[in-house]
């Protein structure tokens, strides 16, 4: 189910990439060609998280789609794919419907004289709307998956409730009446190292 919705997730937000490369470009060839180079870009930071360090390897991370299936294939639901996923889709989407408005506006009727300029201060009109609702947008995507980002949660889709801890476990931790420090020799090629990553990020408290 997890691995269902992250392709769900992931597909929507490629396909409403792809509606906006096609209403940006003038044919199909020049919209495919803009198309595959954004989700290749996308996909080649994702990637890129390996060998950066710091906040900047958290932002790689959180844009790579590799990491959000990695995530979803072992059964884990974050809510800042969800809401990476959705608001990228609504962008696009909302940046195709100004380029087919704007489309439209530039190729208004002609004429002469007062028609004219009326037409043309029209036109000048609805670009700058276009272009001011496009800037808001993209900073309210910015703010809303920079609030996912520091705010989230991680639901636990396996049948075994592989990564919940156990009430045994919690009743322990509770119980602790000082800090434990845990030391872990782990080095960034193992298998392990992103997910202990994530607890460390987190200040899971276990």
């Given at each position: 189910?997890?691995?269902?919705?992250?392709?769900?997730?992931?597909?929507?937000?490629?396909?409403?990439?792809?509606?906006?490369?096609?209403?940006?470009?003038p044919n199909q060839v020049v919209a495919a060609t803009l198309t595959f180079l954004v989700l290749g870009l996308l996909f080649?930071?994702?990637?890129?998280?390996?060998?950066?360090?710091?906040?900047?390897?958290?932002?790689?991370?959180?844009?790579?789609?590799w990491t959000h299936m990695q995530d979803y294939s072992k059964g884990i639901v974050d809510s800042r794919t969800l809401v990476?996923?959705?608001?990228?889709?609504?962008?696009?989407?909302?940046?195709?419907?100004?380029?087919?408005?704007?489309?439209?506006?530039?190729?208004?009727?002609?004429?002469?004289?007062?028609?004219?300029?009326?037409?043309?201060?029209?036109?000048?009109?609805?670009?700058?709307?276009?272009?001011?609702?496009?800037?808001?947008?993209?900073?309210?995507?910015?703010?809303?998956?920079?609030?996912?980002?520091?705010?989230?949660?991680?639901?636990?889709?396996?049948?075994?409730?592989?990564?919940?801890?156990?009430?045994?476990?919690?009743q322990v931790v509770q119980g602790l009446d000082r800090d434990v420090e845990i030391v872990l020799l782990l080095s960034d090629?193992?298998?392990?190292?992103?997910?202990?990553?994530?607890?460390?990020?987190?200040?899971?408290?276990?």
């Amino acid at each position: 189910a997890a691995s269902y919705a992250g392709v769900m997730g992931i597909g929507a937000f490629y396909i409403a990439v792809g509606l906006l490369m096609s209403a940006l470009a003038p044919n199909q060839v020049v919209a495919a060609t803009l198309t595959f180079l954004v989700l290749g870009l996308l996909f080649a930071g994702g990637i890129m998280q390996y060998i950066s360090e710091g906040p900047t390897r958290d932002v790689l991370s959180h844009l790579s789609i590799w990491t959000h299936m990695q995530d979803y294939s072992k059964g884990i639901v974050d809510s800042r794919t969800l809401v990476f996923d959705a608001s990228i889709t609504a962008l696009a989407l909302f940046g195709a419907t100004r380029a087919l408005e704007w489309r439209r506006i530039s190729g208004g009727p002609s004429g002469r004289g007062e028609a004219l300029d009326a037409a043309a201060s029209a036109r000048s009109k609805g670009r700058f709307h276009s272009f001011i609702g496009l800037i808001l947008s993209v900073w309210i995507v910015l703010m809303v998956n920079f609030l996912a980002f520091r705010h989230y949660e991680r639901w636990d889709w396996t049948t075994e409730s592989r990564y919940t801890l156990s009430d045994r476990t919690l009743q322990v931790v509770q119980g602790l009446d000082r800090d434990v420090e845990i030391v872990l020799l782990l080095s960034d090629g193992e298998e392990q190292f992103d997910d202990v990553r994530e607890l460390q990020i987190g200040r899971a408290s276990c």
